[in-house]
């Protein structure tokens, strides 16, 4: 008889634990929360464990005007990684701390513009990544990005390979 094996639903579980399909930019844990707006969410928008930063699923959505950054990729990956910036920022951290990111495509077709707008954010020091295609998002965006960051007072050298 063949062994099931739960380190796939493990991950998953643990996937599903830190992706939020969020609207709005909440309230993090962090020492600068008065750049982000209060939000009734069902779930936490960052979390700090130690040196670890999570951040829970960004969408392209703009904190200023509380709409979507533009209809296309570009756009909404620039904005989803500045929400995420922003989060990582009030939690004491920043984009080249980031040690990992997973990106939800609405349409797999969208990976290469997706790809184009993702370096510019992530120049030198890329974080380890991955990217699925799924069948919708919430707002009708068209891509979802999480991150996993290690705050700033970590002194241990990060190693990108």
């Not at 936490?44 to 969408?59: A, N, P, Y």
């Not at 919430?138 to 990005?145: F, P, R, S, T």
């Amino acid at each position: 008889m063949a062994r099931k094996s739960t380190g796939s639903f493990r991950f998953l579980v643990l996937i599903a634990a830190f992706c939020g399909f969020s609207l709005l930019l909440a309230q993090s844990a962090g020492k600068d929360k008065s750049s982000l707006p209060a939000s009734d969410l069902p779930f936490s928008q960052t979390v700090s464990v130690g040196e670890l930063v999570f951040v829970s699923g960004q969408i392209g959505i703009d904190p200023a005007t509380g709409k979507m950054a533009g209809e296309d990729i570009a756009s909404q990956t620039r904005q989803a990684l500045a929400n995420i910036e922003r989060h990582l920022n009030a939690a004491g951290s920043n984009m080249s701390r980031v040690v990992k990111t997973t990106v939800f495509l609405k349409n797999i077709t969208d990976y290469a513009d997706m790809n184009a707008a993702y370096k510019k954010v992530f120049t030198s020091a890329r974080p380890a990544r991955a990217t699925v295609e799924v069948s919708g998002l919430v707002g009708g965006a068209l891509i979802e990005i999480d991150a996993i960051a290690v705050k700033n007072s970590h002194d241990g050298k990060l190693e990108h390979r």
